[in-house]
């Protein structure tokens, strides 16, 4: 399942961030935004991707855009904290494996999230490290994954928050999985 820039759209407008139409900038030849500040911080970028496809079903495709695209539209308090917690996991990944996060296989980086406590930990803003990475990293990427359109669907939620469909769509997808033509 294809996340897009558009699904980021819809998750940041999920959020109530203002001014989502500003993400819509023109894309370079990464397909990242040019006036983003991704393109300064790229490993912070590369960083999210790495978490998101540890975290995201391996279905997903396209999630460097759409977390490109999700993190460029956050407000720059919210994203320069998600950075920050980004280079601290990178750091102990450095540590403990003596390479990036971003360079590590998938299974390497859920052990490293595992073995941080981030599965159990709560999500604390200000806490430990492992709070800190399930505060600011794991939950931000998974509400942005469950309220696309494509995440949801990916997950079996048929109308993600701030998603149009209405009644029309729980019908649908009803129809769809009794084997109707709806």
């Known amino acids: 399942m294809d996340l897009s820039r558009r699904d980021a759209l819809v998750a940041l407008a999920a959020t109530g961030v203002a001014g989502v139409a500003a993400v819509a900038t023109p894309d370079d030849a990464d397909g990242a935004p040019v006036d983003s500040p991704e393109n300064d911080a790229v490993d912070g970028l590369d960083i999210l991707v790495a978490v998101a ?94 309220a696309s359109p494509a995440g949801g669907r990916l997950v079996g939620i048929e109308n993600p928050i701030a998603y149009p469909g209405g009644t029309e769509s729980y019908r649908r997808a009803s129809m769809d999985a009794e084997g109707g033509d709806g």
């Open 53 to 146: 496809e540890t975290v995201y079903p391996s279905a997903a495709t396209g999630v460097d855009a759409f977390v490109g695209t999700y993190v460029d539209g956050l407000p720059d308090g919210r994203r320069d904290d998600v950075l920050a917690v980004a280079a601290d996991l990178d750091a102990t990944a450095r540590d403990w494996h003596d390479a990036p996060l971003a360079d590590l296989d998938r299974s390497t980086r859920d052990g490293l999230l595992r073995d941080l406590g981030v599965d159990v930990a709560a999500p604390e803003p200000e806490g430990y490290l492992s709070e800190r990475i399930r505060f600011h990293l794991v939950n931000e990427l998974l509400y942005a994954f469950y």
